[in-house]
């Protein structure tokens, strides 16, 4: 998976996320130490916080005031009519929307708005990750190369690390946006399984539960790079694909739902399947690298976790 530079327009895109992401890093480098942030930032989150906390107090306040005179009221006005579900009344304030007289009784139950979204295919909020912290205390034996490529150089004998500490390390690092944590993990966890071998087999439970969070973050960002470094892992070394398949009931309910969530392009191309930018087409290659990888039990897992998959053998 090709790796961006990081730049501005980058972190605009992170500040779009603030919502669903743990706190951004003060710089490249880690956060500042304490009594060394930039000036005047400290007194502007206490000031905004002191403040604020204020305003929210006082408008508890009233709140309550308000709610204590009127509710007598309210409860007295509004009455909802039958079709509603959630009075049975007959008389009711309720103007309805303006449509025909069965308006009322078409599955809306009082709602003129409708249900809301479920928000199935919609960012979740992410932890904290341990491998932010790991790398901030520099216990990684790495470093980034810089030249025309990035890449990490290791100052170790990547075959001879501890594969049951470093690897959950490196996986749990999948769902860092920021750089430079999201291309350290990423490129971290592939060059731990290029070399693994043998070594990797025993991590496998260890590697579910770091590889289910990011899953269930359903950031499209986050989901390329696990389906990628999955893909790795499958063919990394042998009977892995075997190993896998008793935690589909863990890894494939995000595959079932983004499995034929495809962009409608119309008659236009998709590039985005040319550069893996695709989600559908990922999770299709992964699913195909599973079942070839996985045994004679992996298509039946994999069917009855994604039902609309069929078998590429």
């Known amino acids: 998976m090709p790796v961006k530079t990081f730049s501005q327009s980058e972190r605009e895109k992170l500040r779009r996320d603030r919502d669903v992401l743990p706190p951004l890093s003060d710089g490249p480098l880690g956060p500042f130490p304490k009594g060394w942030n930039p000036p005047g930032r400290d007194t502007a989150k ?15 306040a009233s709140i309550g005031r308000v709610a204590a005179v009127t509710a007598p009221k309210a409860a007295q006005a509004d009455i909802l009519i039958g079709h509603t579900g959630t009075g049975g009344m007959t008389v009711s304030t309720f103007k309805g929307t303006g449509g025909a007289n069965t308006s009322l009784s078409n599955g809306r139950f009082g709602d003129p708005a409708g249900p809301g979204e479920a928000g ?24 980034i190369q ?13 075959t001879k690390l501890d594969y049951h500490h470093y690897l959950p390390i490196f996986f749990d690092g999948l769902r860092e946006l920021e750089e430079p944590f999201s291309f350290v993990a990423y490129q971290g966890s592939m060059d731990l399984l290029e070399s693994g071998g043998a070594k990797i087999l025993p991590t496998v439970p260890q590697l579910i539960m770091p590889l ?13 790079k696990v389906f990628h470094v999955i893909q790795k892992l ?30 409608s392009m119309g008659d236009r191309m998709d590039y985005g399947q040319r550069k893996s930018h695709d989600i559908s087409g990922l999770i299709n290659d992964t699913l195909y690298l599973l079942e070839r990888y996985g045994g004679p039990d992996a298509y039946i897992n994999i069917k009855y976790m994604v039902p609309t998959y069929e078998s590429c053998m």
């Open 46 to 60: 206490v000031t905004v916080s002191t403040s604020v906390n204020v305003a929210m107090a006082k408008n508890k």
């Open 146 to 158: 810089h030249g025309a490529k990035r890449s990490l150089q290791w100052k170790v004998d990547v």
């Open 212 to 224: 289910k969070i990011a899953l269930n973050t359903r950031h499209p960002d986050v989901l390329r």
């Open 120 to 143: 199935a295919y919609s960012k979740q909020r992410m932890p904290p990750t341990d491998f932010r912290h790991h790398y901030e205390r520099s216990d990684l034996p790495l470093s």
């Open 234 to 263: 499958v063919v990394s070394g042998d009977h892995i694909g075997e190993a896998l398949v008793p935690y589909y009931r863990q890894l494939l309910p995000v595959f079932n739902l983004f499995k034929n969530r495809t962009r």
